[in-house]
């Protein structure tokens, strides 16, 4: 459970410095930015396992979104959006986890600091071939919202309520992240995070970033981890290699679909 | 007591230090890189904001001979700007990340530095004489008359006070669109080169407006790229062969005759990964920050966060020598991950004769090792210890258990005073250490 916690936290952290590295003076620094995705996928990878290793199984595990559930047992808040787009994905693509709004987001944070990983190609883990994000990409703007979920640095992990206020949740439609964070948020009780400058000019945002909460971040970074194709390759796993193989068509969908979407600021950085 | 650098009588005693004493210190006035020139007469330093000073050894008097010339600034210039990149509407920071000296052919020294993405390069002259009654002119400098010339008279050369000028010979821009992180000259002493993120380029010192493209690792699919260049040296004597670091720990040693394009190594150097020792931060502490070439150019060292190690080039699986340069930080990764410190650049260099080798560290140390006796030995670069030819004392760090007087617990550790930047003397054993604004120069006292 402490590697859990742990892992957490250094997820949350490489977030920071990845959204920091994007106003540092000089400009996108490759080398350090791929060094903390490094660090994230690492992180990401025992965060998982410590799901599959804590026997927090889920019935369901026929559902595409049986990693995004057990992820669910631990947040405070679960986007139902996922839930909705999960489904919608199904259409899709029929082997894709629901993890699609936190993709977005975790694509845009991403994107945002480091062009060159600006997709979010799944990631094949270990324990689960079916959780991989659906790519949708959002068209609405779900970029401030991954600033601010990456701003919040949460230091609780669980909290049990939002997994029963989840449920009803499910049922709601959303093609976004943000509007799916808006409405769990409303059902979630304030959670603990550590202050965090929001510098969002939204205030719709701001009041979401105040509700956000671990869960959301760990979505978005669950998501944020599989975007990089290359560092999967690196272990040069060959299991990986047919999830991603079966990915890659959707995240290359994803990824146009999130350079469309990308500032003028990011765009130069992809450019880059 | 024994030392290192050679002999047991060694000691190594304070000499000098320039900078600012100060408490705040001016991010502009950090030092980014120190380099001696091939002779070890002058000692060039840049910082973030730009400016190259360059020091320059006094002639040793005769009278004390014990001690030897010190260094006094020669010349100051301003070498980069900050300019900003229009297209792609970011800034590029006028940081100087390198100096290479080139080796002196007439009177004047020339010099390469660079920053993110131009390099220059820079001659550095003496004028110490002016002429004096020109014919047309006055002394100020206005015209005479013309009707009140009568006589002719020849201008003659009168001394003046030494003037050192440093003027911009070449500037090599627009070859890099990642950050460069190092360049070498080549042994041809006609072309250099110039490593990126992902490129290397080759120049010719005479062109600008060209380059050849040696090494390029950068994927078709950004989405792809796994590992950056980290550093990259030319070998001292073959002109064909470069070495490149990356950030996966490995370093390729290329040979520019085998292709055009070396994205194909000659060799591959790789030390295999202990399993043991895997932590979230595996990656990022093995990521190689400095390689240098030996003079003899027989061996390479690597710098990566916690060791050095030096490479025999003819053994591709193994370094031939390993030094831990702090290994009590290996518990604190996460702590240093969190300020940002594991991602420090540390520099390594050799002595003259290969047989000692050093590096820096936190809380103003630096560490040197002796290859041949296998002693190390830590040293600090502090105010307190600067009293001229003050010896140095040996410093250590407390690992854990009671700690011993004199000793420095790990968490006493001040981790912004940090030794990124370090050279030694070609010749002599004399040493430039720079501790954020201030240079520090230590030399061995004979006994």
């Given at each position: 459970m402490e590697f859990k916690v742990e892992a957490h936290r250094i997820m949350s952290i490489s977030l920071g410095k990845i959204y920091n590295s994007r106003v540092?003076?000089?400009?996108?620094k490759l080398h350090k930015n791929l060094l903390v995705s490094l660090v994230l996928r690492s992180a990401r990878q025992v965060y998982l396992s410590d799901f599959y290793s804590g026997a927090c199984?889920?019935?369901?595990?026929?559902?595409?979104g049986k990693e995004w559930d057990l992820i669910d047992s631990e947040r405070?808040?679960?986007?139902?959006a996922t839930e909705e787009c999960n489904q919608t994905e199904e259409t899709r693509q029929?082997?894709?986890?629901?993890?699609n709004e936190t993709v977005e987001k975790a694509d845009d944070e991403e994107v945002k600091p480091d062009a060159e990983h600006c997709t979010p190609t799944p990631e094949e883990q270990s324990q689960n071939s079916?959780?991989?994000?659906?790519?949708?990409?959002?068209?609405?703007?779900s970029v401030p919202d991954a600033i601010k979920q990456n701003q919040e640095s949460p230091t609780?992990?669980?909290?049990a309520t939002l997994g029963e206020s989840r449920q009803p949740q499910k049922t709601h439609v959303c093609t976004t992240r943000k509007r799916g964070a808006e409405e769990s948020e409303r059902d979630d009780a304030p959670q603990k995070r550590t202050k965090v400058n929001v510098t969002s000019s939204n205030a719709s945002d701001d009041e979401e970033s105040e509700e956000m909460d671990t869960g959301n971040v760990s979505n978005l970074i669950t998501i944020f981890g599989s975007s990089f194709s290359g560092l999967l390759s690196k272990d040069g796993a060959k299991p990986e290699a047919e999830a991603q193989d079966s990915d890659s068509g959707s995240g290359q969908i994803c990824c146009d679909q999130m350079l469309k979407n990308l500032n003028p600021w990011s765009t130069a950085i992809v450019a880059f | 007591m024994a030392g290192v650098?050679?002999?047991?009588?060694f000691q190594w005693c304070f000499s000098q230090v320039k900078g600012a004493?100060?408490?705040?210190?001016?991010?502009?006035?950090?030092?980014s890189t120190v380099e001696f020139n091939y002779s070890g007469e002058l000692l060039a330093t840049g910082d973030k904001g730009g400016r190259v000073v360059i020091f320059q050894r006094e002639q040793e008097s005769k009278n004390r001979s014990l001690s030897r010339g010190e260094y006094n600034v020669y010349s100051t210039f301003q070498s980069h700007e900050p300019e900003f990149d229009y297209l792609k509407s970011l800034e590029i920071e006028e940081k100087i990340n390198k100096i290479r000296w080139l080796p002196q052919q007439n009177a004047a020294h020339f010099l390469l530095s660079t920053n993110d993405k131009t390099i220059k390069l820079w001659k550095i002259s003496e004028r110490d004489k002016r002429a004096e009654g020109y014919n047309l002119k006055d002394e100020d400098g206005r015209l005479r008359d013309p009707f009140r010339i009568t006589s002719l008279r020849v201008p003659v050369l009168m001394p003046m006070d030494l003037m050192v000028e440093a003027s911009p010979r070449r500037i090599f821009a627009n070859a890099h669109t990642y950050h460069i992180n190092s360049i070498s000259v080549n042994s041809d002493y006609q072309t250099y080169l110039s490593a990126d993120d992902l490129r290397i380029n080759l120049w010719h010192?005479?062109?600008?407006?060209r380059s050849f493209?040696?090494?390029?690792?950068?994927?078709?699919?950004?989405?792809?790229?796994t590992e950056v260049i980290t550093a990259a040296e030319c070998h001292p004597h073959q002109c064909n062969v470069f070495v490149y670091s990356s950030s996966k720990g490995t370093i390729r040693l290329c040979d520019m005759?085998?292709?055009?394009?070396?994205?194909?190594?000659s060799k591959f150097f790789e030390e295999p990964e202990d399993?043991?020792?895997?932590?979230?931060?595996s990656e990022i502490i093995s990521s190689i920050s400095d390689v240098k070439f030996s003079h003899s150019g027989r061996y390479m060292m690597t710098r990566d966060y916690l060791s050095v190690k030096v490479w025999d080039?003819?053994?591709?699986?193994?370094?031939?020598e390993t030094y831990q340069v702090?290994?009590?930080?290996r518990s604190k990764l996460c702590s240093l991950y969190e300020n940002d410190c594991i991602f420090d650049k540390f520099e390594c260099c050799w002595n003259g004769s290969d047989s000692a080798i050093m590096t820096g560290s936190y809380n103003n140390f630096f560490r040197m090792f002796d290859?041949?006796?296998r002693r190390d030995i830590t040293l600090e670069a502090s105010r307190e210890n600067s009293k001229p030819r003050a010896m140095l004392k040996p410093r250590k760090v407390c690992t854990g258990g009671k700690r011993k007087k004199d000793e420095i617990s790990v968490d006493s550790?001040?981790?912004?005073?940090?030794?990124l930047h370090t050279a030694w003397h070609p010749k002599e054993n004399v040493i430039a250490v720079a501790a954020t604004n201030n240079l520090y120069i230590f030399q061995d006292k004979m006994n």
């Open positions: 540092q003076r000089g400009g996108i199984l889920n019935a369901q595990s026929e559902r595409e405070e808040k679960f986007p139902p029929n082997d894709q986890p629901p993890i079916s959780s991989d994000l659906a790519d949708r990409v959002s068209s609405e703007s609780d992990s669980t909290n | 650098g050679g002999g047991n009588d004493i100060d408490e705040d210190v001016a991010e502009a006035d950090i030092i010192l005479e062109i600008t407006d493209n040696i090494v390029d690792i950068k994927p078709a699919n950004m989405e792809e790229l005759r085998a292709a055009a394009l070396c994205d194909r190594h399993p043991s020792s895997r932590s979230f931060f080039l003819n053994m591709e699986n193994r370094p031939v702090h290994e009590y930080l290859r041949n006796t550790l001040d981790f912004n005073k940090k030794i």
